[in-house]
């Protein structure tokens, strides 16, 4: 599983990677943009997903610059009732696991400010 995560295994050559090396001036749709998919998800099994924010900041240490976000109103009855959230479906019960949409965004924001030289961030809001 290490070697997945590794810059061996990496598609681009890290040291071109780097901020500068890119004159980026043409359309969006012309550059290769690293993304990812259930970017909030820990651990995933069928009976027992875990959500975690700081999930966002790992993907974006690996260079990862579209975010998905399934965002959904959070269940009337919990403490984020009306709020937005994320989940894989929509919170109907305690038994759906979510994370408040406020804490992945500051997540992201901390990055961003941490790194104020780095590529654009896109949000996939689904």
């Avoid at 050559?13 to 550059?31: E, F, N, T, V």
């Avoid at 240490?61 to 709020?83: I, N, P, T």
């Avoid at 804490?103 to 030289?117: C, D, G, Q, S, T």
């Amino acid at each position: 599983f290490n070697y997945l995560l590794s810059d061996s295994n990496d598609l681009m050559d890290p040291r071109k990677g780097k901020i500068g090396a890119d004159d980026m001036d043409q359309p969006l749709s012309h550059y290769w943009i690293m993304t990812s998919h259930d970017t909030y998800l820990n651990c995933w099994n069928r009976d027992h997903p875990v959500l975690d924010d700081q999930m966002y900041l790992a993907a974006l240490h690996r260079g990862v610059r579209c975010l998905e976000l399934d965002v959904w109103d959070g269940y009337v009855g919990s403490e984020f009732a009306g709020e937005p959230v994320i989940a894989r479906a929509e919170p109907s019960s305690e038994e759906v696991p979510f994370l408040s949409l406020k804490i992945a965004l500051k997540a992201i924001r901390e990055f961003l400010l941490a790194n104020n030289k780095c590529y654009p961030i896109i949000l996939n809001i689904e």
